[in-house]
């Protein structure tokens, strides 16, 4: 091939190139295509319901309405995805999903609505047809009191008791399917407890929930290949608490609660402990949890995005053909 060909084939590429840039426009920067967002679960999310159903009684003053001095993580995902126009939690403290007799708050005197009870309210509210599936995103935190609360079994018992709150909590998911939901984002059972000096991660209360997480993802497949047009995301907590358990070592954050009984003192600084209280973690572990959820769901979308960019713009697809076309017949 002589200079000059070598030269039209530079022009001409180029050429191609610049063009595609100038007619394929850039899809707007927004995090997900969710505008609708729903919360289930228990005291992780638990947003004030709890306050409120129990006329101010419990938690305590200091939470501000919630398990943790702060805000949790759904609140701060419900920032991320800032153009929302319908959200509504429907998460208790204390809330069970197959033991519904233990699904109590305030001293276990208060009954709160199960995950079954949580979902009928949503389906009550949003009758199937009057929500757009693509942009809806239930949220659903399966860190159930079924494991907390449940403390006379045998460990054979409570294994069983791991399994079948994870089949039920994907039998849930498989009703709001059968409603029209689309877009699940499930967060799986996160640490109850954390190493110290002479402990490592598999401490008996970490058992439960790690045997409730493996069914959890040894289930998924099974749910995506018999709800092909589902996107399920799967949170994986014990990582990120992994990861705040390492930054606090490093920066000498406190691994003890700052909040010693439920009623406190409450500690002077609480963004320099790891935990809340005994159950639940930090403010700043939070937000923490939130970025690990954003990620997921900006990858998710951001793959979606550039399949259906390919698909539906016919520019692109005309380009490439003809382009294709100039380069083969040159070379």
């Known amino acids: 091939m002589s200079k000059g060909m070598h030269l039209t084939l530079f022009v001409l590429v180029f050429g191609f190139l610049l063009g595609w840039t100038l007619i394929v426009p850039l ?23 709890t306050l409120n159903l129990t006329k101010g009684r419990w938690p305590p003053p200091y939470y501000s309405g919630k398990f943790i001095i702060g805000r949790v993580w759904v609140e701060y995902l419900s920032d991320y995805l800032y153009q929302l126009v319908d959200t509504r939690n429907y998460a208790y403290g204390s809330s069970a999903v197959v033991r519904k007799e233990i699904s109590k708050t305030f001293l276990y005197t208060v009954p709160v609505p199960t995950l079954h009870e949580q979902s009928e309210m949503f389906q009550k509210e949003h009758p199937s047809g009057s929500f757009d599936s693509n942009e809806t995103l239930v949220i659903i935190s399966a860190a159930a009191a079924d494991g907390w609360l449940t403390t006379d079994w045998s460990q054979d018992e409570k294994g069983n008791l791991a399994h079948e709150v994870a089949r039920a909590v994907y039998g849930e998911m498989t009703e709001l399917y059968l409603h029209g939901v689309r877009h699940f984002l499930l967060m799986s059972h996160w640490p109850i407890e954390v190493p110290n000096s002479d402990q490592g991660w598999d401490t008996e209360g970490n ?51 700052c909040l010693r009984s439920a009623y406190g003192p409450l500690c002077d600084d609480p963004d320099n402990h790891l935990w809340t209280d005994g159950a639940h973690y930090s403010d700043w572990v939070h937000r923490m949890l939130a970025d690990h959820a954003r990620s997921l769901i900006r990858s998710e979308f951001e793959i979606r995005e550039i399949v259906i960019t390919l698909i539906e713009n016919n520019d692109v697809i005309i380009g490439l053909t003809i382009g294709a076309l100039i380069i083969c017949y040159l070379l």
């Not at 045997?211 to 996107?231: C, G, I, K, M």
């Open 27 to 49: 899809p707007p920067r927004r995090i997900s295509q969710y505008r609708r967002l729903y919360v289930f679960g228990e005291s992780t999310v638990d947003n004030g319901n």
């Open 207 to 257: 058992w439960y929930a790690q045997t409730q997480n493996e069914e959890t993802f040894r289930l998924a497949p099974e749910f995506r290949s018999n709800h092909t047009d589902a996107v399920l995301l799967i949170m994986q907590p014990f990582e990120v608490v992994k990861e705040a358990y390492h930054h606090a070592l490093s920066k000498n954050i406190s691994l003890l609660p």
